[in-house]
């Protein structure tokens, strides 16, 4: 950092090194997506969810399973297909005949980094089973409440709903998400090095090699440091400005809820964090407002089919907004 | 067994109906007038009773004889339903005698015409109320239209000295640094170096500029911008005058 003039306030060495880490770890197997994986890294950091979603085939499985083994936690997979029911995620209760009473049996939700693979295979009710683990990190069944460890986070993956045998996500869990990261195609030369890694044997031995850069409790640590980072109060106004924009934007049927001003400054926050700051400026709100915003909004139905994206109704709101400075 | 059931009683129907019957005789009595004997009270209208009932509007009967003049309002609703029905009554251009075909045919131009008149109207009524026609059969959005102020400042408009001078005498440095860089900014701007837009970050400037040097100077004084502003570190009239100093020679550097 240039800077002569100010001395750092919060210590973000431990900080800096674990990105550098996780970052370093996902570059050995991930060829190019360099803002996706800021992005998971900055999610992870926020405390979100993370909805992953690709064409298949652009590797948005690996990223998030490389992710889950940069950090020594308990790590579950969940495949969702169209005959998943509720309680093959949650868990159910099972008769004991030799306690002659019923037992929880936890279901594979329990853990603390979730990869849920193809989320959207599953139906609604099936998804409902995840509304009160992902928001309140806790799971009620038979009327008991069993408490997530943390850190909790979901990590989904999903292909586009165009894709055969898919079905929409409801609006209520998709908030839920922090992120949305679209995983695009490589280009030209990140496909041809992906092909010479691939052909000179190098990810399978490095996917197997590598070792988790982050335990439990240093995540835990470094959230709560993230957290503390200051935002000044125009920058506050400048995040509600663009989420209430999108209440009332004549191409967008449903704006974004509270819940998404929250997730952008959290997102804010752990950006300025991975670049070394202990304050939020403009660019890292207009940078995480599309990732944050772009699930949570819903285009009209003619915007839709005129071929406009959420994407480009964000970076429109943006425009409108005069930068705090 | 139902089947010979019905035989049996249609047997014995019909051995009963075969029977004859002796006509009876009727004895007629004979033709008596009676008299009515009854006495008969007459009854009277109570007058004063009917003149109460008489002066009541529910009890006028009597129509209107024409020689009153209607109201307005009697008659303008007369022309209105004059007016409609004349409206509807198939057009005639002249004494002409045309063909059943033309006939129809200027019924219907006469009822397209009745209906683009109309939609004209509700057209510049809603115009004129200010609602949106594409959006008005799409359902609203579920945000509120809560407007808000934005205070766009245009650093063309500020008098960069004499603000910078009233804030080192108040000693907020921290503002002196914003009016710097937002100096900085009009300077570029007016080099056209960058081109000033409200949108635009702080990054967005940097990358516009093409010089190389110049853009390693200008994300430094940025990072003091930042620091001291988004960052809101503590800054001393020292550092000030450390960062004055950045931002004097970058501007000389300006061209």
Redesign the interface.
């Known amino acids: ?3 002569d ?2 001395e750092q ?1 919060t210590d973000m060495s431990r900080l800096s090194q674990a990105v550098d880490q996780i970052k370093a770890t996902l570059a050995k197997i991930i060829v190019g997506q360099h803002d996706s994986i800021d992005l998971l890294v900055a999610g992870i950091l926020a405390d979100g969810h993370i909805l992953i979603e690709g064409v298949p085939g652009v590797a948005k499985t690996l990223t998030a399973k490389l992710i889950a083994k940069a950090i020594d936690a308990q790590y579950s997979r969940i495949q969702f297909t169209p005959d998943l029911m509720p309680s093959d995620i949650l868990g159910t209760s099972v008769f004991n005949p030799k306690l002659t009473e019923f037992e929880f049996k936890q279901g594979p939700i329990f853990g603390n980094i979730i990869l849920i693979d193809e989320i959207n295979r599953a139906p609604a009710k099936t998804q409902s089973a995840l509304f009160e683990v992902m928001e309140e990190k806790q799971v009620t069944i038979d009327g008991k409440t069993y408490k997530m460890q943390e850190p909790f986070t979901v990590l989904a993956t999903q292909n586009p709903v165009e894709q055969e045998g898919t079905y929409r996500l409801p609006e209520a869990q998709l908030d839920r998400f922090l992120f949305k990261i679209e995983i695009k195609y490589p280009t030209l030369e990140e496909e041809i090095q992906i092909i010479t890694q691939q052909h000179q044997q190098k990810t399978s031995d490095q996917l197997s090699n590598l070792s988790p850069v982050l335990t439990a409790a240093e995540i835990i640590a470094l959230r709560q440091q993230v957290k503390a980072l ?1 935002v ?1 109060r125009k ?1 506050l106004e400048f995040t509600a ?1 663009i989420v ?1 924009e ?5 191409s ?4 974004g809820s509270p819940r998404a001003s929250l997730a952008m400054i959290n997102a804010a926050k752990a950006l300025a964090a991975i670049k070394g ?7 890292d709100i ?1 940078y995480v407002a599309a990732p944050v915003l772009r699930h949570r909004v819903m285009l ?1 139905p ?1 915007k839709e089919m005129e071929g406009l994206t959420p994407d480009d109704v964000i970076a429109q709101i ?6 705090p ?1 | 067994m139902l089947r010979l059931l019905c035989i049996f009683l249609l047997a014995f129907s019909v051995h009963t109906t075969g029977k004859t019957v002796a006509p009876v005789k009727v004895k007629k009595a004979p033709l008596v007038l009676k008299m009515d004997t009854a006495q008969v009270n007459v009854r009277h209208f109570d007058s004063v009773a009917l003149k109460t009932y008489s002066k009541q509007p529910e009890f006028q009967y009597q129509e209107d004889d024409g020689q009153s003049a209607p109201s307005w309002w009697t008659r303008f609703w007369r022309w209105f339903w004059n007016w409609l029905s004349d409206l509807f009554k198939p057009m005639k251009l002249g004494n002409h005698k045309y063909s059943q075909f033309v006939q129809v045919l200027l019924y219907i131009l006469q009822y397209l015409a009745i209906g683009a008149g109309l939609g004209a109207l509700v057209f510049l009524g809603l115009k004129m109320a200010g609602i949106d026609m594409l959006n008005i059969f799409r359902r609203k959005p579920m945000g509120a239209n809560l407007p808000y102020q934005e205070s766009l400042e245009n650093i063309h408009d500020i008098n960069f000295d004499d603000e910078l001078e009233r804030a080192v005498a108040q000693h907020n440095y921290r503002l002196a640094v914003r009016l710097l860089y937002l100096k900085c900014l009009k300077q570029l701007s007016d080099a056209d170096l960058i081109k000033w837009q409200i949108d635009k970050t702080n990054s967005a400037y940097i990358n516009e500029l093409t010089n190389p040097d110049q853009r390693r100077v200008f994300k430094t004084l940025t990072l003091q911008f930042e620091y001291t502003w988004y960052g809101e570190f503590a800054i001393d009239a020292t550092v000030f005058k450390n960062i004055n100093a950045l931002f004097m020679d970058f501007k000389k550097g300006i061209v």
């Not at chain 1, 999108?246 to 004549?250: C, E, N, V």
């Not at chain 1, 967008?252 to 704006?255: F, H, N, P, Q």
């Not at chain 1, 700051?277 to 660019?283: E, G, N």
């Open positions: 950092m240039e800077n003039f100010f306030r200051h000044e920058l400005k209430h999108t209440r009332s934007h004549k967008l049927y449903l704006g700051r202990d304050f939020v400026t403009p660019d207009t009209t003619d943006i425009q409108k907004i005069e930068i400075r």
